[in-house]
Every structure is written in structure tokens, then in C-alpha cells.
């Protein structure tokens, strides 16, 4: 194997992350727009959080970084047990494939592989065997409501169900962490509530960790806090 | 790390195919012009190449049946030929072996007709023994018989420039090695028995057989030559090798080296072929790498995806790559197949060409009915083929390199 658990902590029984003094900022013409301002932040392990603020103010960013797909100024950064701001890009790769699940408010599904396939290859990519990887798949489906479209392609799926999809791609490796990006910001209202529901139930199922960025107020219903990104900081009770 | 690259190579080859195979983002419209390239250059390789090595080993073939042989052996002074012989004979490589004696002179007809001759002697029933050169003469008219010293065996084109023909008595002017001096000039008449062909206007213009008796006696200090036919003539460097090893041997001249300007010619002429067709390549492989660009461009989401699912880089580089490689094989899949199909019954191909330009447009050529010989060689398909399949890997990395320098981040966000 790689070094990649060398990085690992000592295992926290009880923090999934914790984020601390974390600042990024964007150089926009001759103007540096701090969007994250010495951010500190914890999430307890199978608990969520929903995360709030306008458009632009760097929800996205802090969950990107969080996810390890993108890079902070400063501050340090430490997910399932790992510091991840001291790693490389090939053991980012290797923590996001077995640490995170990721939502998009896009579903960015893979346009040429079915909807089973989807979950299928993602499964292969951390590196289980298609057979292995198909059982995962159709139980997932199961979970999500789509037994009977697993061999529909995104383009023959409505918004909904593409983004139910969505949500059993980021569970099919069984991460420790789901990191959502506005996952109901394409939908109608009654779908969103479908999504919503089916998100906090499933990440509830499996025990799993969630951070969810988002603009609509009644998920922050589910939720079991909620925080205000504002002006470069987190506004709430933590 | 085992299982690891196993399980990569999975997913790769899962997600190449289904990119390739899928038809939904149009990806066989944009796999359908290289693969179309590649087989059609690969078709006119084989088919030029195949006919290039048919003349090529026709003509030369001609020449070592004939003329000489896959290898001449001069030997030393005092040594019993025949048993020389016998022990070449016992060589592994060895089919045949043929004393003979060569000698210029001037054939001179009754009718006074004169012309500059090669003259070769050979044993007299060499028309028999040496099946190779028996299948390579066509007799046009007589029997080919040298059994007795006066008779002589013409060339076609020799006979009809001096205008000798079978039984007319023509008369040799050489110089012969006299007991005191070193040149005496001998005439002998001799009986024609046979026109003969080869095909080879420079050789039927020139030769003469008769038997090698009379040119002992006309060179009696010279030692005869024996030339040697193979079963293999590719294995003529090992038996050159054997050869100057066995006593009485002085020197061997093996056929490559025999026919050095003709053969060097026809293999630079291949080789400019080679490099010509090379070009086709070059172009299918331009295609390939801007076709794989926008294919690449195209999956830029996909991408950006599958790096935030844990998909490596390079891993994701050769997805695409092997689209590339997939290309290339149905190419020369395709290529191969049509293209020893076609180089096959490339004369029944002519004569339909001309046929229908003939109904078409009234004109006819010999060309299309002209049989061209084919000989496909393996190896060069082999080498053709591995070097088609290295270029589309290069082409296909050319296109697939940005990849590595796709940060995921900026896709997901810019979609």
C-alpha cells in the first residue's frame, strides 16, 4: 500500500471534523476577497450540520476544502482522522475515495453509464470488484426508490431521481463523511422535500457524517445544527 | 499494490469500453474516421508491400535459379571437386550443388551475325538435376540438351539478334588459356539445340550454356566455381558462415552479395514505400490526437468527477488513452483482414478495374491484366502493425496529457 496511512491521527471517537483557524482567499483583479476568515468549525461523527449564507460567500469553498479538493491558505483541516492539509495530491485522491461522498447541486452523473453503472464504477474506483460493486449498486438503488431504472441513463431520469442517484454514488463506498452542495438547488419544492428526506434518512441508516451547504431554510429543519457563513465567518451555535 | 492495479485496471478498461461503445455522445462517429484511416493505409501497405516483395522475390529468384545461385563458392587449386561437393551436400542448408565455368566470348551466326555472349558452362544434365532452374527457363523452341561439347543452348534474345535457330551452326570466339601463352583465341562451331527465356531481357540478351566440358578444356587452368542452392535462402549468412570453414573452400560469395546493387535497390525503393505509407500514419495519428482532444474536452465533467471520487489522474489519462488504443486495434483488425484479402486476389481486383473502365469508358490497358506475384511476410505486417499501435499510443497520450493538469475544483465549479 502507499503511505497514505502514516498521515492518520490518533482515532478520534467522536470528532469527524474539525477545522480550525482555516482562511482562503480569492484574488479578484487588484481586490483579494477573503471569503474564509480564520474559520473554525467541528461536526461530531454521525451528526450533520447544515451550512447557510448568500450566494458567493464561500460555502462551496469550505466544503471543497473540506472534501480535500481544494486548498486553504491557512489553517489546518482534519477529516475521518487525517490531517488533510498536509497531504499530497495522491493521497487526497486516496482519502476523498474512501473518506468522502460528495452531493453536487449538479448531479454530475456520468452521462454514458446507466444509473446502476454510475454507482458501479465508482465503487471500482476505490477499487472493489464489479460483482462486489453491483451488489452495493442494486442495494443502494433499492434504498433510493430506483429498482426499476437502474438501466435507465441520466438523460431518460427526472431531476429527482437523478439526484437520489447522486446520493447513492456518495454512499457506495461507505464514507465516513457526505459533503452535499446544494443538493436540492435544481429541484422543485416537492422534489427537494423527497431529496431532503431521503439524504437525512439515508445518512441517518448508515450512521454517516453530513455537512450540507444549502440555501433553503426548511432542511436546516432536519438538521442537527446550523450554521451561517458570513462575511468570512461561521455565525450560529455550534 | 497488486490487487490494487488490478482493480484499476478494471474500472479502465469498464469505463474505456463503455466511453468507446457508448453511442450516445457520438463516440463511434468520432472513433469512425481514424479507424477508417488506419485500415485503409494498412490495406495499401499490404497490398504495395505484398506486390513490391512478390516482384522483388520473383525477380531475384529468377536471377538465383538461373544465374547465381544463392551462393558461388571459388575454390582452392587441386582440390577434388566432387568430393567438395559431397561434403556440402552433407551441410544442413544445402538442397544442391553445381560445378560450372563462366566465360565472355562472341557468338557469331552463319548468316554473319554477331554479338558479345556470357557463356556458361554447366554439368549436361543440369536441365534435369537443378529442378529450380529447369521451372525458371522457358524453352521457346528445341530441347535443352548441352550433352555433347558441341552443342549450345541460346538465350532468346541472343538467338534473334544474331539470327540463329534451333539446329543452325553458330560459331564461339573466345580466349582461351594456351599451354605457353596466357590468352589464345579459340573458335568452335557448335549446333543450337534450344531458344530459351527468362523473362530478363538483360539476361536473355547475353547468355549461352553449353557444357562445361568445353570450357575445361578452353580454361584449362581455371578451377571451376560451384554454386549452391538452398532450401532456405534466408539462411544464407549461417551457411556462409559453415562454408569458408570447410577445406578447399577459398572464398563464397553469397547471393545478396552476388546481386548487392539490384538488391539494395529494391529494398531502398521498399524502405521509400515504407516511408511514404509511414505518412498515411502520421496523418491518422494527427486525426486521432485532435479527435481524443475534443473527445477529452468533451468529458471534462466526467472527469472533474471521477478525480473527486478518487479516480487518479493517470488512471483517468489512460481511460482515454486506450480509446486510442482501441482505434488502432480495429484498424489494423480491419486492415489485416481486408487488406491480405485484397492483396491476394489482387489480379482478379485488376482485371474487374479494367473491365469496368474498359465498359465504361472504351480504353483498355495490359496493366490490368498484367499478374502481379504477392508475397505477404508476416513479420513486416507484425512490425507495421506494432508501429501503427505505437503511434496511436502517442497520439493518444499527445491528446490525453492536459488531464494531468485538470484540477477538479475548477471543472465542478466552471460546469
Known amino acids: 500500500m502507499n503511505n497514505f496511512n502514516e498521515e492518520k491521527l490518533v482515532p478520534d471517537l467522536i470528532t469527524a471534523i474539525e477545522v480550525k483557524n482555516l482562511t482562503k ?10 471569503v474564509l476568515n480564520s474559520v473554525n468549525f467541528t461536526l461530531m461523527k454521525g451528526s450533520s450540520v447544515v451550512i447557510m449564507g448568500k450566494s458567493g460567500c464561500g460555502k462551496s469553498t469550505f466544503l471543497h476544502m473540506i472534501g480535500g479538493l481544494d486548498s486553504a491558505d491557512s489553517g489546518s483541516i482534519f477529516a475521518a482522522d487525517h490531517q488533510i492539509d498536509s497531504l499530497n495530491s495522491d ?44 451488489e452495493s449498486a442494486l442495494a443502494l438503488m433499492k434504498d433510493v426508490g ?18 437520489r442517484v447522486a446520493i447513492a454514488r456518495a454512499l457506495i463506498n461507505d464514507p465516513d463523511i457526505i459533503l452535499a452542495d446544494e443538493p436540492t438547488g435544481n429541484l422543485d419544492e416537492e422534489n427537494s422535500r423527497i431529496i431532503e428526506n431521503l439524504l437525512f434518512g439515508l445518512v441517518k441508516k448508515y450512521q454517516k457524517s453530513l455537512v450540507l451547504v444549502t440555501h433553503d431554510s426548511y432542511i436546516s429543519n432536519l438538521a442537527e445544527e446550523t450554521l451561517i457563513l458570513q462575511k468570512g465567518v461561521f455565525k450560529g451555535d455550534l | ?38 485500415a485503409a493505409g494498412f490495406i495499401a501497405v499490404i497490398i504495395i508491400i505484398g506486390i513490391m516483395n512478390g516482384l522483388q522475390q520473383g525477380y531475384l529468384n529468377d536471377l538465383i535459379e538461373i544465374d547465381s545461385y544463392h551462393a558461388r563458392i571459388t575454390i582452392e587449386p587441386d582440390t577434388d571437386v566432387g568430393k567438395l561437393q559431397e561434403v556440402l551436400n552433407n551441410t544442413q542448408f544445402v538442397q544442391n550443388t553445381f560445378e560450372f565455368l563462366e566465360l565472355e566470348g562472341v557468338l557469331r551466326s552463319s548468316n554473319g551475325g554477331s554479338q558479345p555472349c556470357l557463356i556458361k558452362g554447366l554439368p549436361s544434365n543440369i536441365y534435369t538435376l537443378d529442378s529450380g532452374f529447369a521451372q525458371e527457363l ?70 549461352c550454356f553449353v557444357n562445361i566440358s568445353l570450357l575445361k578444356k578452353m580454361l584449362p587452368k581455371t578451377v571451376p566455381q560451384i554454386g549452391i542452392k538452398l532450401y532456405d535462402s534466408e539462411k544464407i549468412n549461417d551457411f556462409v558462415k559453415e562454408a569458408v570453414k570447410i577445406d578447399g573452400v577459398k572464398s563464397v560469395e553469397s547471393w545478396i552479395d552476388l546481386n548487392r546493387s539490384l538488391y539494395s535497390a529494391l529494398m531502398l525503393e521498399k524502405y521509400s ?9 502520421v496523418v491518422v495519428a494527427i486525426n486521432i490526437k485532435s479527435s481524443l482532444e475534443r473527445v477529452v474536452f468533451s468529458h471534462k465533467k466526467d472527469i472533474g468527477l471521477m478525480t473527486a471520487v478518487g479516480a487518479t ?24 483482414i481486408i487488406g491480405i484479402l485484397s492483396a491476394i486476389n489482387i489480379n482478379q481486383i485488376f482485371l474487374l478495374i479494367g473491365f469496368l473502365i474498359k465498359t465504361l469508358t472504351g480504353y483498355s490497358s495490359r496493366f490490368f491484366s498484367y499478374s502481379f506475384p504477392v508475397k505477404i511476410v508476416p513479420r513486416e505486417l507484425i512490425i507495421v502493425s506494432l508501429g501503427i499501435l505505437c503511434l ?24
Open chain 2, 273 to 281: 514505400m515504407f516511408v511514404i505509407l509511414f505518412l498515411v500514419f
Open chain 2, 1 to 38: 499494490m497488486q490487487e490494487n492495479r488490478v482493480t484499476d485496471l478494471q474500472w479502465i478498461l469498464f469505463t474505456s469500453f463503455k466511453y468507446f461503445t457508448s453511442g450516445k455522445n457520438k463516440k463511434i462517429r468520432f472513433a469512425t474516421f481514424p479507424i477508417i484511416g488506419i
Open chain 1, 25 to 34: 482567499s480569492y484574488i479578484n483583479g487588484t481586490e483579494i476577497l477573503t
Open chain 1, 91 to 134: 493521497k487526497l485522491t486516496q482519502f476523498r475515495k474512501r473518506h468522502i461522498g460528495f452531493i453536487f447541486q449538479m448531479h454530475y452523473l456520468l452521462e454514458d453509464f446507466t444509473a446502476l453503472e454510475n454507482l458501479i464504477v465508482t465503487s471500482m474506483i476505490n477499487g472493489n470488484q464489479k460483482n462486489k460493486a453491483k
Open chain 2, 392 to 415: 496511436s499510443i502517442f497520439a493518444s497520450w499527445m491528446a490525453v496529457r492536459k488531464i494531468l493538469k485538470f484540477e477538479p475544483v475548477r471543472i465542478l465549479h466552471n460546469e
Open chain 2, 313 to 336: 489522474k493517470k488512471n483517468l489519462a489512460s481511460v482515454f488513452i486506450l480509446q486510442g488504443i482501441y482505434i488502432a486495434i480495429i484498424g489494423i483488425v480491419l486492415g489485416l
Open chain 2, 138 to 207: 522457358t524453352i521457346s523452341s528445341g530441347n535443352f540438351f548441352i550433352d555433347s561439347i558441341d552443342e549450345v543452348v541460346l538465350g532468346r534474345n541472343l538467338a534473334v539478334n544474331i539470327g540463329a535457330g534451333v539446329n543452325s551452326i553458330v560459331e564461339l570466339l573466345v580466349l582461351g588459356e594456351g599451354k605457353t601463352v596466357n590468352f589464345v583465341p579459340i573458335e568452335k562451331k557448335m549446333i543450337v539445340t534450344s531458344k530459351v527465356g527468362t523473362g530478363y531481357p538483360e539476361i536473355d540478351d547475353m547468355i
Open chain 1, 146 to 163: 430506483l429498482l426499476s431504472k437502474i438501466n435507465n441513463y441520466p438523460g431518460q431520469l427526472s431531476g429527482g431521481e437523478r439526484q
